[in-house]
Nanobody
Framework: QVQLVESGGGLVQAGGSLRLSCAASGGTFSRYIMGWFRQAPGKEREFVAAINWNGGNTYYADSVKGRFTISRDSAKNTVYLQANSLKPEDTAVYYC???????????????????WGQGTQVTVSS
């Protein structure tokens, strides 16, 4: 069974940065599409960023493009989300997710992902 464990969340002032990590175990990490989603109170869980199985392609929501960077380290079975220039509207629980299909083109669709972490809270104060 694949397990995903996020870390790195916290409280930061607007304009600050955080680096989220997601450690994977129990599966073939190097073959998975990895994604980050977030969910703010009272809102749907939304796509933030994704990276393909070999790290050669990355995808971002328009709201974070140019501020967030997703990367992966297959030797460590870990995916990262570097979040810079944070805004209060970035406040949410951030979830890591894994898709077993390395060729899936619907990387922005929540229901396409097979495994989820428990989430890490990011709070950005104004």
């Amino acid at each position: 069974q694949v397990q995903l464990v996020e870390s790195g969340g916290g409280l930061v002032q607007a304009g600050g940065s955080l680096r989220l990590s997601c450690a994977a175990s129990g599966g073939t990490f190097s073959r998975y599409i990895m994604g980050w989603f977030r969910q703010a109170p009272g809102k749907e869980r939304e796509f933030v960023a994704a990276i393909n199985w070999n790290g050669g392609n990355t995808y971002y929501a328009d709201s974070v493009k140019g501020r967030f960077t997703i990367s992966r380290d297959s030797a460590k079975n870990t995916v990262y989300l570097q979040a810079n220039s944070l805004k209060p509207e970035d406040t949410a629980v951030y979830y890591c997710a894994a898709d077993r299909n390395p060729y899936n083109s619907r990387w922005y669709v929540r229901d396409e992902y097979d495994y989820w972490g428990q989430g890490t809270q990011v709070t950005v104060s104004s």
